[in-house]
């Protein structure tokens, strides 16, 4: 039984304060000088928070990749043509993908799921199906979708991730895939930052100079077109978003709501979590950052949401590429909390600073 | 039988072009958008040139993690005692210690090396006994070492490399363990790269301001007093440096006259590197740098070496712990050329702009 959007942002609560700070303390016992390992040791603190566990273990990890259409890719704002979106499930499926190579190195399992393929995707054992559409409607003429398709998007999100945690889940990433998203994404960012479409706009899978300014031109179309409200960010979603957005947002949402921490890959899953972000302020807390994307709007979501990103290794690939690696610093983080010896343990002296 | 330093230097051929071209053709045709994982594709190609296997596997891993003991420390530049370099050998034998958290994380073995600290350690089946003097002398009164000490140093290093060869060695890492060794490494950074020793030194362990200030004056004595010559890499290591700053350098050249590709930690790890490309400029095309030491001098050597850190984590701790990250992030590199589908193998459609 799925929870509702309602019912999943009433169970988000804040962090469990006492945790962190008893990692904390932890921290400062172990054979290293004080906050040497940097963002390891926040991070390890930040997911006892998240977990309600002073000495959390990450052993069961996913990435939940979503794949979806936008109609938007009409106006030509994509180096690939449509079917490409499709056939990126079915590399997905057959393990040969991006996502699939670095998901198996860091021991997560990739959970596909069509939020809205055009033509749909033929039953696999491994596919979740989610459809909401046949691909959103193009932005540059009409909304993307309904309220009721956006909200629709979200609890399908949310179903997917609990549905998970059956199978054990301690850390989950996002990933995305899909023709045209980060048109759909950059004016997503663009509401719900309030910066200028240029801003935030980049070449995704690479376009030149003159296709860039082809693309700014549609997303500025789009949002005068569409008029979406960014005190209301399921307007937004339904107006200028796509299917896999809302479902990474409910992801993200449904992962908070079950203290389960959910670290966010690129661009696309950003545009995600500032519509998560703007539906419950608090989920935010439950974010990890995975990288800094190439895409040029990737660091003003990342700033708008408060995030430090992890990596950065010029990449912008999506599917939860960035989410992989960042994982295995997660995990990494939390073993230097559990695993390493006390200077009582191990019978080193302490700084001279310190007692 | 070692090879010596002169043999080794010989020994270092710069990297295989044509294993390099063949790899960056493999990763354009591999279903991404070509340059989408950036430093990843990137990596991969320089170890298909390091190795000369344009598709390079990387199974065996290797953190080498060299202690020693500074006589510098007798001026108050530590906030810890001089006894916790021993007491840490023995935390890394037990498997306390961060570097053996991260390398188990990464699947990678530790080789702890003696260089020379204080006391000796008491034999143990993991350690490797390399002893070149009970710590080095304090470099604010006199050289650190003799010359024929610095060259024993770096041969003892690429002794320690060639040995671990026989077990399966595809990537190494470098660490270090050595109270007082920032200072003996801004010492060899301030000379090899020409800036004012101000530039080059941070706060350690935790140093205060008027610590620092302390610290960098006792650099600057230790410069005066020994005058070492920056055209000579090992009378500067004879003169300011340690005992595991001239191993790890050997154990760089060792590496590179072997083509294993080699990953240079934090800023100890950097001033060995200073020593050794300063010997071999050829030899810096092996070096990968892990990542970028909160050590205010960790920034200006590798920008001296022309080298980008993976990693940005505000880590400061050495012992290999940055090394043991991004020794997981270049196999991850390499599986991703090895392992991804091809756009034709996945019957995924190109970009329009390709072909």
């Known amino acids: 039984m799925t929870k509702s959007l309602t019912e999943t942002l009433g169970a988000i609560k804040p962090l469990n304060l006492e945790a962190m700070e ?41 990435i939940i990749t979503m794949a979806a259409d936008h109609g938007v890719a ?20 057959g393990g040969g993908a991006g996502i699939n190579v670095l998901a198996r190195h860091v021991g997560a399992r990739v959970v596909v799921v069509d939020m809205g393929v055009i033509g749909g995707c033929e039953p696999h054992s491994g596919l979740l199906c989610k459809m909401i559409d046949f691909g959103t409607k193009n932005i540059a003429r ?42 759909a994404s950059s004016a997503v960012c663009a509401v719900m930052t309030g910066k200028p479409v240029v801003e935030v706009t980049g070449r995704g899978t690479g376009l030149r100079d003159e296709q860039l ?3 700014v031109a549609v997303i500025e179309k789009a949002l005068q077109v569409n008029q979406p409200n960014p005190d209301d960010p399921l307007d937004v979603l339904a107006r200028v978003g796509g299917f896999e957005i809302g479902g990474l947002a409910g992801v993200m949402l449904g992962a908070a709501a079950n203290r389960i921490p ?32 190439v895409e040029a709007g990737h660091r003003v ?55």
Chains 1, 2 share one sequence.
Not at 74 to 93: C, D, H, K, R, W
Not at 156 to 171: N, Q, Y
Request: charged share 20%.
């Open 301 to 355: 979501a990342l700033e708008h949401l408060g995030l430090t990103a992890l990596l950065n290794l010029r990449m912008r690939l999506g599917e939860g590429t960035g989410a992989a690696l960042a994982i295995s610093i997660a995990e990494a983080a939390t073993k230097v909390l559990d695993e390493m010896a006390t200077f009582e343990e191990a019978g080193v002296s302490e700084s001279e600073e310190v007692g």
């Open 142 to 183: 009409e909304p993307a979708m309904s309220r009721q398709q956006a909200l629709d998007a979200i609890e399908a999100g949310i179903e997917v991730l609990e549905s998970e945690i059956a199978k054990g889940l301690d850390i989950v990433g996002t990933g995305d895939m899909g023709i045209g998203n980060t048109t």
């Open 213 to 215: 300014t082809h693309k």
């Open 22 to 62: 008893t990692a904390r303390r932890r921290q400062d016992t172990l054979t290293k000088p004080q906050g040497s390992l940097g963002q390891l040791e926040d991070l390890a603190i930040l997911i006892a928070g998240i977990t309600g566990n002073p000495r959390p273990k990450i052993r069961h990890k996913a």
């Open 262 to 293: 959910v670290v966010i890959d690129g661009f696309i899953s950003g545009a995600a979590a500032l519509i998560a972000a703007g539906l419950s302020p608090t989920a935010r807390e439950y974010f990890i950052a995975a990288h800094l994307s």
């Open 74 to 93: 009409a106006e030509g704002i994509s180096l690939y043509p449509q079917e490409v979106t499709g056939q990126m499930v079915l590399n997905f499926l």
